[in-house]
């Protein structure tokens, strides 16, 4: 039975971190609503880029002078996997859903003998996926010392992956992030990005029917630059969504670990309690019997 | 008063511009090109430098891009930037580093028509130096 100094002390210590997972679900609750608003901000843009996008793809069609980042290599043996996930802990299963999804996504392809290369993205993902598949991992990019998410942080990443595309370092490259459903709920998700086509398909849905547009310079030349521009976007709005999940999911680990510790303080304030009771009633005793001896 | 149309101005970052305007200035891949209403379709690469805007009221802003592209129809314009400034609010020292960037990206250059390329982005860069 421990001593009425030890479970002082243990409330005390308890108390104390109450107060920090109440500062910490505080802090996030913050950073949630500002990662929200990034968020919302770069929404029109994907959005707009995903219309003109498929305008143009529609205008060049499958022909020849569609680049290569759009219809790929035309073979499917390396993939490229970019798992992002968050810089810091403490966010429930944010990190290991991600990291899981992507483990799983590798063994079924690596069971299919396909050659899997892994790019991460923030540190987390980077050591939970070390464990498995370190020979895999051929770079990480570390977003730590990055304050607020800029373009130019994900274009450094699209730059990256185009580069090794046109090196022939893969076939195809997929993109692993969280999905920003709710504060209590983001959905690991893959976003395919080279090729493009078939994301480029799929906003060429979205947009309805296109106008008869003159370009300049000509269609093929805009969409080659358009679409490493595109992989930049998608990379972007992935990290957005990251981090607006991160920020989501560790508002309510904190939230859980406040209540937990509410709770923890009740029951052992009770046996606190109960213990000083029973040590005043025994010396209550002992005082009794002894002036019934007398 | 002439007619108005919808023009938006959006980065990745935000949404910059969203109003009805008279006219717009746009520094377009083969050159500056002012567009008025009932513009026929046209989609343009945007090289750096600064876009002109006037407003239905009369007033005049202007902003400086680096790169992106337009997608002009009759009803409206909308200018994918890379990124966009207001002119008022640029940042001297942000330019320095891009053209900085862009003289390395120079260096690096292993081709020519990277070379080519870099050599234009940054001619684009101080002519938008100069400009402001």
């Known amino acids: 039975m421990a001593s009425l100094k030890d479970l002082r002390n243990r409330i005390a210590s308890v108390k104390a971190t109450q107060k920090i997972t109440k500062a910490m679900q505080m802090v996030a609750a913050a950073k949630l609503r500002r990662a929200q608003e990034a968020a ?42 970019v798992v992002c996930t968050a810089e810091r802990g403490l966010c429930g299963g944010f990190n290991s859903q991600i990291a899981r999804f992507a483990r799983d996504h590798i063994r079924r392809l690596q069971g299919q003998g396909k050659t899997v290369k892994i790019i991460c993205v923030g540190k987390k993902g980077f050591d939970i996926l070390r464990r498995d598949f370190a020979s895999l991992i051929i770079d990480r990019v570390d977003l730590r010392e990055v304050k607020t998410l800029g373009f130019v942080n994900a274009d450094a ?101 406040t209540r937990n510790a509410g709770e923890m303080i009740g029951k052992l304030t009770i046996t606190y309690n109960r213990q000083r009771q029973a040590q005043i009633t025994k010396e209550l005793i002992e005082i009794i019997s002894g002036a019934e001896a007398l | ?93 942000d330019l320095a580093k891009r053209m900085q960037n862009a003289r390395e990206d120079l260096a690096d250059a292993k081709d020519a028509t990277t070379r080519q390329k870099a050599q234009e982005y940054l001619d684009h860069l101080s002519t938008l130096e100069a400009a402001i």
């Not at chain 1, 195809?172 to 992030?177: E, H, R, S």
């Not at chain 2, 992106?68 to 930037?81: M, R, V, W």
């Open chain 2, 1 to 93: 008063m002439a007619a108005s149309f919808q023009f938006d101005l959006v980065s990745p970052e935000r949404l910059l511009v969203s109003e009805e305007v008279e006219s717009v200035v746009i520094p377009g891949a083969e050159g500056e090109m002012t567009i008025l209403a009932n513009h026929a379709p046209v989609m343009t690469t945007v090289k750096p430098g600064v876009v002109t805007v006037t407003t239905a009221s009369g007033s005049t802003e202007r902003y400086c891009v680096f790169g992106g592209f337009a997608d002009i129809l009759p009803t409206g314009c909308t200018l994918l930037a890379e990124s966009a400034v207001a002119v008022g609010s640029i940042d001297r020292n």
């Open chain 1, 40 to 81: 919302e901000a770069a929404r029109p843009y994907s959005q707009r880029m995903g219309a003109v996008l498929a305008n143009i793809a529609q205008a060049v069609g499958g022909g020849g002078d569609a680049p290569a980042l759009m219809t790929g290599t035309g073979k499917d043996d390396t993939h490229l996997l």
């Open chain 1, 157 to 257: 990443i699209a730059r990256k992956i185009i580069g090794l595309f046109n090196e022939g370092g893969f076939d195809i490259c997929t993109l692993f992030y969280s999905e920003f459903k709710s504060v209590i709920s983001q959905v690991p998700t893959a976003l395919q990005v080279i090729p493009a086509a078939a994301s480029v398909a799929a906003g060429a849905a979205e947009s309805g029917g296109t106008a008869a547009y003159e370009y300049e310079p000509e269609p093929g030349e805009i969409l080659s630059d358009l679409i490493p521009r595109n992989i930049s976007v998608q990379v972007f709005r992935a990290l957005l969504e990251n981090a607006a999940g991160e920020m989501g999911a560790k508002m309510s680990a904190m939230d859980n670990a």
